[in-house]
């Protein structure tokens, strides 16, 4: 399989509740970040792991929390979710290092209401 | 804290014209610069650049860093509607922790 792939593609929510978006990386990439895009607005870095391990973080609180698995893919946890949460969330895989690129899915577009 | 500014915001431009696109950024410990292109949804790579004043091309795209005046310049020539997206500029920075910095982004549209 080559590409990033995210699910679900779309996905409405109510405030408070808690979301899980995922995220497969692209064959042979072992690091995965995941950002949040407001409309009109570039991606804000959330955080970052590599091999399982955060290794970068944005100025995001602790209640979006993530995972990684031993295949690489990834998660996204939400707590407690806002309204303004509602935004694209990308999540990007890179073979690892700064020197490599960052290739990006398709997102998931969350609305809380 | 890291920042990126782009300019200018948006372009509005008719096939066949040549564009630059400005990225400048304050840094604490520069690894890369990357640029994207973001038409629907998923950012597409464009270049990434590391050294100053070494000119990446790709087809009509060409993009160059200067490290020392903390800016970056994409040019796009004989543009085609195609070319109408967002371009955003993303900067790579940190030691072990590093993490990506993008700025808002130039809308880009090309008008036959």
């Known amino acids: 399989e080559t590409g990033v792939t995210q699910s679900p593609t779309h996905l409405i929510k109510t405030r408070g509740q808690q979301v899980t978006l995922r995220c497969s990386s692209q064959?042979?990439?072992?690091?995965v970040s995941w950002y949040q895009q407001a409309l009109g607005q570039g991606p804000q870095f959330i955080f970052q792991?590599?091999?399982?391990?955060?290794?970068g973080r944005g100025n995001f609180p602790p209640r979006f929390s993530g995972l990684q698995f031993p295949n690489y893919s990834s998660e996204l946890n939400v707590n407690a979710l806002e309204l303004n949460d509602s935004a694209l969330y990308l999540c990007?895989?890179?073979?690892?290092?700064?020197?490599?690129?960052?290739?990006f899915g398709s997102g998931t577009r969350l609305t809380v209401v | 804290e890291d920042k990126v500014v782009q300019s200018p915001l948006s372009l509005v431009v008719h096939e066949g014209d040549t564009v630059t696109l400005n990225c400048s950024y304050e840094?604490?410990?520069?690894?890369?610069l990357l640029w994207y292109k973001q038409e629907k949804k998923a950012p597409t790579f464009l270049f990434m650049l590391?050294?100053?004043?070494i000119e990446k091309k790709s087809g009509r795209l060409s993009s160059i860093l200067d490290k020392k005046e903390l800016f970056s310049i994409l040019n796009i020539t004989a543009t085609q509607t195609g070319d109408s997206a967002v371009y955003l500029c993303?900067?790579?920075?940190?030691?072990?922790?590093?993490?990506?910095?993008f700025g808002k982004g130039t809308l880009l549209t090309v008008n036959p």
């Open positions: 990007a895989s890179s073979a690892g290092g700064y020197n490599y690129g960052y290739t």
């Open positions: 064959s042979g990439h072992n690091t």
């Open positions: 792991y590599y091999r399982e391990e955060e290794n």
């Open positions: 840094v604490t410990n520069f690894r890369s």
């Open positions: 590391t050294s100053s004043g």
């Open positions: 993303a900067l790579v920075s940190g030691g072990s922790n590093y993490k990506l910095t």
